[in-house]
């Protein structure tokens, strides 16, 4: 059973540019979160997708947004992008929302690294 | 809100030693327990979980966790560590029914030395 996918793994983008990383979950997973790791904060939570809709949402501004699709693949745009928004990029996928109790696990991808300059 | 801590941000131990990770939780309710860990690069791995029932949980690679709501502690433990067990270890709680996703640990940095 394949596991979660994210490409790219790297990406290298200027300040004011935006960017998209997408998210692959593990097969028949419908829930997917996305997190956001420095070396300063840890890692925060993003936002999570079941069936299309966004269940909740971190403590980020509205650059940051994201969309889930009919075959639960995910995506997350950073508009505008800062110096600060250097990051991994970590995507979750669980069979249902991870709050929702047992079997709903979350499995993460390698994540995507980006890089602003 | 909830949180979680990692006292420690580094820990040496000697390969063949015991080994213990600590974590605190500050939440009202139960929540659910999540250790991962990470190695240089990668993505996070799920080591075990706990969501109710036995508070000792077995989780992969010769890793348990013990649950003790008295102290609000979910302590990773190994019994003899090994060179390939060096990498980042992250606590994680989440609420039922809340809406915060998972909330991390700031992570232990785990050294073996020879």
């Known amino acids: 059973k394949a596991g979660v996918t994210q490409t790219p793994r790297y990406l290298i983008k200027t300040r004011g540019q935006q960017v998209t990383l997408s998210c692959s979950p593990i097969?028949?997973?419908?829930?997917v979160s996305w997190y956001q790791q420095t070396p300063g904060q840890g890692l925060q939570f993003l936002f999570e997708?079941?069936?299309?809709?966004?269940?909740n949402k971190g403590n980020f501004p509205g650059r940051f947004s994201g969309r889930q699709f009919s075959n639960s693949r995910s995506e997350m745009n950073v508009s505008t992008l800062e110096l600060g928004d250097s990051a991994l990029y970590l995507c979750?996928?669980?069979?249902?929302?991870?709050?929702?109790?047992?079997?709903?696990?979350?499995?993460f991808g390698q994540g995507t690294r980006l890089t602003v300059v | 809100a909830q949180s979680v801590t990692q006292p420690d941000i580094h820990i040496t131990v000697s390969e063949g030693a015991s080994l213990e990770l600590r974590c605190n939780y500050s939440y009202g309710a139960t929540p659910y327990l999540f250790w991962y860990v990470q190695s240089p690069g990668q993505g996070l791995q799920l080591l075990l979980k706990y969501f109710s029932g036995d508070t000792l949980v077995q989780g992969i690679k010769g890793f348990e966790a013990e649950f003790k709501r008295s102290q609000s502690s979910f302590n990773l433990r190994k019994p003899s560590v090994h060179w390939s067990d060096a990498a980042e270890y992250f606590c994680a709680v989440v609420s039922g029914g809340g809406a915060d996703g998972l909330t991390f640990g700031k992570g232990t940095h785990l050294i073996i030395q020879p």
């Open positions: 997708y079941f069936s299309e809709t966004q269940r």
């Open positions: 979750a996928s669980s069979l249902g929302p991870v709050r929702t109790g047992a079997g709903t696990e979350a499995f």
């Open positions: 097969s028949g997973h419908r829930s």
